[in-house]
Every structure is written in structure tokens, then in C-alpha cells.
């Protein structure tokens, strides 16, 4: 009668379990790093999840050949962010909001319409990576925060503007 072997769990130097991660986990680390964690976060939380697998010689195989694969897709990634961050680094963008006579706009501008005119330029670009201090309240032209990630930033021109009376 055969009895299923149970995985041992390796323990930490600080007595927590020693899971590798198969995803990136924030604040905890990057994909294919060895970590320690508390049992109850690793047993509940990472393994039922997939973020984290046990450490065994033959995923740790995996892992470096998964790592590999990571590495040159992020290289790619990094590479367009950079093209990316490049053209927006160029463009200057006009968005039309109505105004008051001393200039002030009747609503505000937000991430979400520099997004939007972003993208009306085949910059695609999310509202969460654009980072501004508060929201555009009057008619002027501004320097604003694009985070596309892995470290890359960029700075858009944005020029707030009366709408062009269309007859």
C-alpha cells in the first residue's frame, strides 16, 4: 500500500515558509525570487492563488527557464515603453473646455480626458499613468506627469482651450 509523500515545506531563517513567487507580488517581490512568508499567508493566500509555487529542484528547473522567457519579454516591453514614452515626450495635445472671461473652466480636466485625447493620437496611454497634482482649472498650457511604468516617465504637453465657435 502506497501512501502519498506529503511536500515538505522548507523553513526560513526567520521560521516563516520559503515559497518562490510565479507572479509579481506587491510589496512582497518579483516573479522567480525565493521569499519568506508567514504560513498562514502563503498557505491561504500565494499557493491557493498561483502567485507562488513550493520550491522543489524541478520547479526551480521551470522557473529558470520561465525566468529566461520573463527577462526578453520585459526587454521588449521596456523597449516599446521607451518608443512610447519618446512620442509622447513630442506631442502636444489641445483639449477644449468651456471657460469663464477671466480664463477659469466651468468643470475641470482630469487624467481621464489627457488619457483620452492621448489615445485620439494613437498614444495609448492609461488614466492611472498620468500623475497630476490636482485637477486643471483654467485655461493655460501645462506640463503634465505620464508613469508608464518600469520606471519610465514621461511629460506631455496639454494645452487647455476655449472650444472654436464651429458655424
Do not use: F, W
Not at 9 to 19: N, S, T
Not at 35 to 42: H, I, L, M, N
Not at 51 to 71: D, F, G, Q, S, W
Request: net charge positive.
Amino acid at each position: 500500500m502506497a501512501t502519498k509523500q506529503r511536500q515538505q515545506v522548507r523553513k526560513g531563517p526567520h521560521g516563516g515558509m520559503q515559497l518562490v513567487l510565479t507572479e509579481d507580488v506587491p510589496y512582497l517581490g518579483k516573479q522567480g525570487e525565493l521569499v519568506e512568508v508567514k504560513p498562514g499567508y502563503g498557505r491561504n493566500y500565494l499557493l491557493p492563488k498561483g502567485l507562488a509555487t513550493i520550491p522543489t529542484e524541478h520547479n526551480l528547473r521551470l522557473l529558470e527557464r520561465y525566468k529566461v522567457r520573463v527577462h526578453q519579454a520585459r526587454e521588449a516591453r521596456i523597449a516599446d515603453l521607451k518608443v512610447l514614452a519618446d512620442q509622447i515626450r513630442r506631442t502636444t495635445i489641445q483639449i477644449e473646455a468651456n471657460a469663464n472671461e477671466e480664463g477659469h473652466l466651468y468643470g475641470s480636466v482630469g487624467p481621464a480626458e489627457i488619457a483620452k485625447a492621448l489615445r485620439s493620437k494613437n498614444l495609448l496611454v492609461d488614466a492611472d499613468a498620468i500623475k497630476m497634482e490636482g485637477p486643471i482649472k483654467e485655461l493655460a498650457l501645462y506640463a503634465v506627469k505620464v508613469q508608464l511604468g518600469y520606471e519610465i516617465d514621461s511629460e506631455v504637453q496639454v494645452v487647455v482651450v476655449r472650444p472654436s465657435e464651429k458655424k
